[in-house]
């Protein structure tokens, strides 16, 4: 009797191993979905670096907690300080610190606006739909053949490191139109071509845009970029909810 009763309580025991296993499943497979909301301006983003756009879709980025750091988290400039830098610190889930290179960030957020990494710079970023269209710095070069220098191509205002028949001289800062394909996330400088790229994805804008005279696409970039992420929404987590 005593060997049956303990194989009975051998099953229970079982039995309940296998339910409180299972259990945090059913529970979670029952709890309903965070509501979403449709991105727009006025959507506010968890302040933090977002290391991907996993991050950014589900707002949820390294928060300021677990960032090293001996300055103000809440100051203005915190994130361009902080960002200035080839490597961070900051805390893992379990506490343990670790280094981070800088240029391996998508982005970060601050008061709810939402930055972009692009040329080891961060630039504002509006999300109004799958294309995104802003303004960011990007760094030109004069292109001259190598005989055309009589100084030397190692001096410091010329270098070559893509051609041994070219040197790049007189570096100069320009301001430029970049459209960025979320769901991609693939970056383009605006131009009516690179627009045709984007508009593939539906075959309707692609046709009617592609009918379009040079001259008239070029007019109508912002018009089709518009129509293209009304029908091609992004939906986010409702922050309020939270």
């Known amino acids: ?8 309580d051998l099953r229970h025991i079982q039995a309940i191993v296998i339910l409180l296993l299972y259990f945090p499943v059913i529970v979670a497979q029952d709890l309903p979905s965070a509501p ?3 991105v727009g301006p006025a959507y506010e983003f968890n302040d933090g670096i977002y290391l991907n756009t996993s991050m950014v879709k589900n707002n949820r980025p390294i928060p300021p907690a677990r960032i090293v750091s001996d300055a103000e988290k809440f100051n203005d400039r915190f994130y361009e300080n902080l960002l200035d830098s080839e490597e961070i610190i900051i805390y ?8 981070l290179k800088v240029k391996e960030i998508w982005g970060y957020a601050f008061n709810g606006l939402l930055y972009i990494q692009v040329g080891q710079h961060f630039h504002r970023i509006n999300l109004e739909g799958s294309i995104s269209r802003f303004m960011a710095s990007a760094t030109t070069y004069d292109k001259k053949p190598l005989s055309s220098i009589n100084s030397s191509p190692y001096t410091p205002s010329y270098y070559h490191p893509y051609s041994n ?3 790049y001289a007189n570096p100069t ?25 984007l508009l593939v994805q539906d075959p309707e804008l692609f046709t009617e845009y592609n009918a379009l005279k040079r001259r ?9 970029i518009q129509r293209y992420n009304q029908r091609h929404p992004l939906y ?4 309020t909810t939270e």
Do not use: C, W
């Open 173 to 197: 800062i320009e301001r430029k139109v970049y459209l960025l394909d979320f769901e991609n996330n693939t970056m383009y400088e605006e131009s009516p071509e690179t627009i045709e790229k």
């Open 92 to 99: 893992d889930a379990h506490g343990v610190p670790g280094r």
């Open 236 to 239: 986010f987590p409702d922050k």
């Open 1 to 8: 009797m005593v060997q049956v009763k303990n194989r009975m």
């Open 216 to 224: 008239e696409r070029k007019e109508r970039q912002s018009e089709f």
């Open 36 to 38: 979403m909301v449709r």
């Open 165 to 167: 028949r070219y040197v």
